[in-house]
């Protein structure tokens, strides 16, 4: 009897060990940077934010893997699986089809991916109405242009790129229907000459605000515009603070609260695949508070269009079709 107690209790000891150890199991989240990579001061680096606040705020074990270019994708997110991570995150949309892969392979593996939708059932997709923000920016240039020139650059042609563009274009539209719009595909998220270069003809060429959606290409048209005395957008977050005297606005999207909220659920067990929007309403998307820069009439222009949105009397056009339904098919020629 004696020797039977003894193998029960050394046997709930080991039962309560393994229980404790599992409770301080550390989660561990890893993140797939873009080909723009750490150090963008945009997309990546909110990211990346959202990590290390999660690190701090939740004792979260945070990494990430840089993508030097496409081919990067697949051996990132297979490293990371290897190394165990609890939910592997994908920024960026051009990692869809690796990660779908991926997500077959692995089937047990959380992830999730910004900026498109799910591609499995253990994969969720973050998503932004960039459209919205978009066009908020789109309202200051209009109303803030001395030339009736403006102009935009974005990182490279696709659905969701051109979801920045519509915007842009359409709050421009509405509100200086006598603007010019000068448009320019870097096809790069990480040419800070390129972006320079593209911007500074721009400015040559009449523009003298340029919305930026370019990750770490975008540097450059801020680079362009304080050299040149002119204005940029900026994208993402608020990059005021990398000229303050050039940077006029910028349109904002909370990929750092989405990675922080991800990180969270990891924590809490609660990860599912699927998708999510987040908006104007939810502070998903926004405009920069820094508005040192805007006229008064820029910032009344701003809060009128921010409000008909809200209310429905404004629904930005996010696709092909909403577009070209409300502003013709030669307006805006990027998604040609």
């Known amino acids: ?97 690796a990660l779908a892969e991926a997500a077959a392979l692995h089937p047990d593996q959380m992830y999730a ?23 908020l920016v789109g309202v200051a240039a209009g109303t803030m242009t001395q030339t009736n020139n403006v102009g935009l650059v974005i990182g490279m042609v696709s659905p969701l790129m051109n979801t920045f563009g ?7 539209r509405d509100t200086n229907p006598d603007c010019e719009i000068q448009s320019y595909n870097a096809n790069s998220y990480g040419d800070v000459a390129g972006g320079k270069a593209a911007a500074t003809s721009m400015f040559a060429n009449g523009a003298d605000i340029v919305y930026q959606a370019a990750g770490g290409t975008g540097i450059g048209v801020i680079e ?14 608020d990059q005021n603070y990398l ?20 990180c969270k659920d990891a924590k809490e067990g609660t990860l599912v695949g699927g998708d999510h929007l987040f908006t104007l309403a ?29 209310s429905g009397e404004i629904v930005v056009p996010g696709t092909t079709e909403a577009f070209e339904a409300i502003y013709g098919p030669d307006f805006y020629t990027l998604d040609d």
Request: charged fraction near 20%; charge should be negative; hydrophobic fraction near 50%.
């Open 166 to 172: 519509y915007g842009y274009y359409a709050g421009v």
């Open 113 to 135: 991916i910004i900026d498109n939708a799910s591609v499995a059932e253990n994969v969720i997709g973050m998503n932004f109405a960039t459209e919205q923000c978009s066009y």
């Open 1 to 97: 009897m004696k020797k039977f107690l003894s193998v029960l209790l050394a046997a709930l000891m080991l039962m309560s060990l393994a229980m404790s150890a599992n409770a301080d199991e550390i989660v561990r989240v890893a993140l797939v940077t873009d080909t723009g990579g750490i150090g963008d001061q945009s997309f990546n680096d909110l990211a990346w934010a959202g990590l290390q606040r999660a690190k701090e705020e939740l004792g979260i074990d945070v990494s990430f893997l840089e993508s030097v270019t496409e081919s990067d994708y697949a051996a990132n997110m297979e490293t990371l699986y290897d190394e165990g991570y609890t939910l592997i995150i994908c920024n960026g949309w051009m990692m869809a089809d």
């Open 243 to 262: 000229a303050p005297e050039a940077v006029l606005t910028s349109a904002m999207k909370a990929v750092d609260t989405a990675v922080f909220n991800l």
């Open 224 to 237: 362009a515009a304080k050299e040149q005395g002119k204005f940029a957008i900026g994208v993402d977050t």
């Open 282 to 310: 939810d502070g998903g998307v926004g405009i920069a508070p820094t508005d040192t820069l805007l006229s008064e009439e820029a910032k009344a222009a701003v809060e009128e269009a921010k409000a008909k949105i809200l």
